[in-house]
């Protein structure tokens, strides 16, 4: 497979590539903290546009400073309820990965938290959390026959493959897609709205590792980096676009109707 660096147009190829994008990310990015009880952790998000993100992770101690982590991120439009959820954290490697129940649903979602130092995790503490979840793609083909809609984690899939847990199979019907351009390294990319069955899920991949020609209601298949962010209460509440005017004003009085 490839790298989830390749789906936002980025060829990280060895360590000195993953280094200088990692220090060009940190002079460009915009820095959050979160404090923890032994160290703090600096994140840095260097957003590129259209939702392209490049993160990274320095880790402050009393034995020194140093880049915990750097990694691909793309932040997606469509979100998700996950309760009950779980956020296990790695803190030395500067990541940190949720497990929650999509809400009326029982699939699981796992994925990797690109925005751990712009949240408190307590403060959702007993309810649900809103979470924009996309896959980032190592590589995708268009299906010539149909196939079972899915979201599998490869792990289960094959368990002798080095995998993250984070890597799923996706496969679905393309409800939507448009082109992307990397404006920093020109790349070309695809957004891609699949139908998995029980979710719909944003999956981005490099054109260059796209087989086939994309066209609504064809089936797609991908090998993806499952990643996200969790929204605050003030992005929730920035989010809201008003009354719906395409709703009839008296449904609104249904939906608070008592029954006697």
Known sequence: ???PFDAIGFRVTDEADYHALAEQAHHRGALTQAHRERATLHGCCWRLGEGLEVWTVLHESKAGTFYADCRPAFRGRHLYALYPWEIIEYEEDGEAIVRGIAAGTDAEMIFELQNLTEINPAAFRERPITAAVSGLAYHASLDRRRRPARLLPLIE???????AENDYLVRGEVLHWRA????QTTSDLVWVYLNTGHLKLEVLVNRADLQGELRRGAHLSAKVWLQGHILSDRELESRYEGVDTLTARGAYWEALRREH
């Open 1 to 3: 497979m490839g790298e």
């Open 157 to 163: 899939q094959s368990r002798r493959r080095s995998v």
């Open 180 to 183: 992307l351009r990397n404006p």
